[in-house]
């Protein structure tokens, strides 16, 4: 894989909806699913078998394994057709302990001759990672609160981020009040009822902040805003000089020896693949 062109990729263009920890749309066809069982794949009649093998294969060969076997139990093949949504990250139940990854293998599809494909697939694979890392138990504490108050962790759909943990970290380094006030309106008011709304509202919270987020997709929410920010870490270069708060976010990373640690392991599985 070429890092120029990626972080032109990262950079130029908005990934069209990419990702969502949330279960697939009614438009979404399941293909088949395949339990994972400490990082081995459980083989099952199902027609798609071969192609959900290859995947968790390269998924597994890229990715560290103690966390990809701690947590990642079932993979899911679903497709609603290319360049949609590309793969998803949801939990397997309520104390976040068991995540289930979602792959379309019409966008990532790594038998490919086609390295922009090649290149998405990856980026794709990467961004889900982010998800399982800043989103898994040891981050958040389940719950049922959804208020989000003043000066208190972060509160995800998985409960309420610890107060150490990347992503609140990460929302009180970024998101200021007004921001992620302004994003909490757009969720509350546009978002629980009408979807196209909602996307135009969180398009225009992008244009106002535009040197903010790596993508458009990145102001979806702060969960997407550090995954697109952790892909832009792994995938480029460090900034020596940011000029930006996308560039910043990239560089936050850098405070946590084990992602720096990821981030050379990824580096260094995905170049067979260059």
């Known amino acids: 894989m070429k890092f120029s062109f990626l972080i032109t990729f990262l950079i130029g263009f908005a990934m069209p909806h990419p990702t969502d920890p949330h279960p697939p749309g009614r438009d979404s066809q399941t293909l088949g699913s395949w339990e994972i069982r400490n990082g081995i794949f459980i083989e099952s009649n199902d027609e798609e078998t071969s192609i959900a093998r290859y995947n968790w294969s390269v998924f597994y060969s890229i990715f560290p394994k103690r966390i990809t076997q701690k947590y990642i139990k079932r ?21 976040n302990t068991e995540w289930q990854l979602v792959i379309d293998p019409i ?54 981020t610890n107060k150490r943990s990347y992503l609140n970290k990460f929302v009180e380094e970024f998101w200021d009040g007004t921001l992620l006030k302004e994003w909490d309106y757009i969720q509350r008011n546009f978002c629980y009822t009408e979807q196209k709304s ?8 992008y244009k106002d902040n535009y040197n903010d987020f790596i993508t458009d997709y990145a102001a979806e929410s702060p969960e997407e805003d550090i995954a697109e920010s952790w892909t832009a870490f792994v995938l480029g270069k460090k900034i020596e000089d940011p000029q930006t708060v996308s560039e910043l976010k990239i560089n936050f990373f850098y405070q946590f020896e084990e992602l ?12 067979k693949y260059e």
């Open 198 to 205: 909602c996307l135009e509202k969180l398009y225009g919270l």
């Open 260 to 271: 720096v640690y990821y981030r050379k392991v990824i580096r260094k599985n995905i170049k």
């Open 75 to 95: 993979l899911v093949l679903m497709t609603d057709g290319e360049d949609e949504k590309t793969g998803a990250l949801g939990a397997l139940n309520d104390k």
């Open 107 to 160: 966008d990532v599809d790594f038998t490919s001759k086609d390295q922009t494909r090649i290149n998405q697939s990856i980026y794709t694979l990467v961004h889900e990672f982010g998800h399982l890392l800043t989103l898994n138990h040891t981050q958040i504490t389940p719950g049922k609160k959804t208020n989000q108050k003043p000066n208190e962790p972060y509160v995800t759909i998985e409960g309420t």
